[in-house]
C-alpha cells in the first residue's frame, strides 16, 4: 500500500507511515486507525486477556544486569583458586551488577504498586497484550500506554511530557543513541537503546513521534535549549 500523505510504498496494514509518520486509513470497507496510528483492539467476542505480570516484567527488565552478575559469578570460581586477584575482583563485580538488577526490579515493583493503587494496573496489562511493536520490538505501544523493553520504563501517554532522540558522540565518532523520556516527575529517562548511527530507525523515531503526538499534543519533540528550559518549566515543583 502507499501513504496517504507523502504517496510513498509502505507495508501492507501499516497503521502509520514509516517515512513521514502520518496516520493510515485502514483498507477500503473497514473503519480508520485511531489517531496516531495506534492499532485497534481486534474485534472479538471475547475481550482480550490481561498478559501475565511475569511476561511484562520480561519484558522491561534490563536482563543484561542479571545475567553479567551470573557470568561474572560463575568465572569467578575458578579464578578465584588460579589467580585469586582476579576471583575476588569478579565477584566484586557480581556483587555490584546483582545489587544494580535487584535496586531495578524494586523500581519497578514500586511503579506496579502504584499502579495497583490507583487501580489500573490490570488495564495496563491488558493494553500490553495486545500492543504494537516499533524499532525491531525495542518499543510496544498500546491506547494509552509506551513500553520500554528492557528500559524498566512503562508510561501513560499523558505521563510524557518530551520525548527525543540523544546521539553520544566522542571525539566526533557516535558510540550510544537511545530514545530519550521527560516526565511529569523532572525525570529524563533512557526508554529505548538503538545502534550508535545517526540515521538508523529515523523514520520509525519519526513514527514514534507521530504516534506520542497524536496523544498528548503538548508534548515537547526534539532537543534544544528552548525545549530543555521549557521542560524544566514545566516540571518546576
Known sequence: MFCSSCGREIPDHAAFCTHCGAAQARQAGSQPYPQGGSQPYPQAQQPVPPASQTAFLQYITPCYLRNTCIALAVLA???VFAVPFLGIACLVFALLFGLFWYLNRRQIQKRIACAQANGT????LREFASAASLLDDRIRYSEHFLFGRHSSQFLA???????????LRYYFVPVSSQIMVG???????SFCKLKPSKKKGDQEIQALAALVYSK?????????????????RRTKK
Not at 501517554?157 to 527525543?164: A, F, K, N, R, T
Not at 516526565?183 to 529517562?189: S, V
Open 77 to 79: 570460581v575458578p579464578l
Open 216 to 232: 498528548n499534543p503538548s508534548v515537547l519533540l526534539g532537543f534544544d535549549g528552548q525545549r530543555q528550559a521549557e521542560f524544566k
Open 183 to 189: 516526565n511529569r516527575d523532572g525525570r529524563i529517562l
Open 157 to 167: 501517554y499523558s505521563d510524557i511530557v518530551w520525548i527525543y532522540r540523544h546521539l
Open 121 to 124: 494496573y490490570e488495564a495496563m
